[in-house]
């Protein structure tokens, strides 16, 4: 026999991972993903059960939501949208008879401007903005809406004042009225731009109150100086000189913002989350729907 000590013997045993580049991580990846998209397409099947004037409300409550807690805008009665109906504060809404009727009346001055202010066209921008139609009054070179330094109208700027003053005294919308100038600076005494911006607001608003607007709808009378300026890339255009009338969006019963009632009926009309409800048919529909089912192995 040998003196020399036996040798231990060692085995080693490595296991080969076929999918050690990848692992099961795309399986959890892939759930994740197909659990999303059942939510997605269930979310968009309950929206399409829910009436388009529920919708709408839902829309409009999104839109104007804010976690400010001074925001004026309101879902209750008594803040001046009348009962049944929301006011959103701004005066800002998409309701859709609102948004139409804002466009009839651009149409409406458009037209007047065209048929009646020969030559003056250019000096008189209508658009729809979010808070209403906005008309705007603005200089040109060598046609002044007002003197150098005052706050008296000129002969074209009354009569465009009249013609847009005629067009709009039929409405019940509150009217905004701003006062803008260039970037040029102004002194006279204690006058600057902000005091002449402001003196001509309130001289549009004289002018469209002889024209028939009720002064019970002038909401707003405000300069502005060189703060807001339509041309920012040339401070001095004379087209940043300028008065904004702006017809403010309704809120009367004639036109309102969002039915309360429509708000109460929502929760009532989604249903329930269970197995009933992927059994149930689509709206408009007389066959009913197969239930979506995620085999887990």
Do not use: C
Not at 144 to 159: I, N, V
Not at 170 to 177: E, T, Y
Not at 189 to 202: F, G, I, K, V, Y
Not at 225 to 247: C, E, G, M, W
């Amino acid at each position: 026999m040998s003196d020399q000590p036996t040798r231990p013997i060692i085995i080693k045993k490595v296991n080969k991972k076929h999918d050690g580049h990848h692992g099961g991580s795309w399986k959890v990846a892939y759930a994740d993903f197909v659990t999303a998209m059942m939510a997605f397409f269930l979310l968009m099947w309950l929206l399409a059960m829910v009436s388009p004037e529920k919708r709408a409300a839902l829309e409009a409550y999104f839109n104007n939501f804010t976690v400010f807690k001074d925001y004026k805008s309101s879902f209750q009665e008594g803040q001046g949208g009348g009962p049944g109906f929301i006011n959103m504060g701004t005066g800002r809404t998409n309701n859709a008879k609102v948004v139409a009727a804002n466009r009839q009346l651009k149409k409406k001055i458009d037209e007047a401007v065209t048929k009646n202010l020969k030559g003056l066209e250019n000096q008189v921008m209508v658009d729809v903005s979010e808070d209403g139609v906005r008309i705007q009054i603005v200089d040109n070179e060598g046609s002044q809406m007002f003197p150098s330094g005052s706050d008296q109208p000129t002969e074209k700027a009354q009569q465009i004042l009249s013609l847009v003053g005629e067009n709009i005294k039929g409405l019940s919308n509150k009217i905004a009225i701003e006062g803008h100038t260039d970037s040029i600076p102004y002194r006279k005494e204690q006058s600057t731009n902000w005091e002449l911006s402001t003196a001509r607001a309130s001289s549009a608003r004289r002018q469209l109150e002889q024209a028939g607007i009720d002064p019970v709808r002038i909401a707003k009378v405000v300069g502005y100086a060189d703060q807001q300026l339509l041309y920012k890339d040339n401070p001095k255009d004379p087209r940043n000189r300028r008065i904004s009338i702006i017809v403010m969006n309704s809120t009367d019963k004639e036109l309102p913002v969002v039915p309360k009632d429509s708000l109460k009926a929502i929760p009532d009309q989604i249903p329930t989350l269970g197995p009933e409800m992927l059994s149930r048919p689509p709206a408009g529909s007389a066959a009913p729907a197969k239930p979506f089912v995620i085999p887990i192995k």
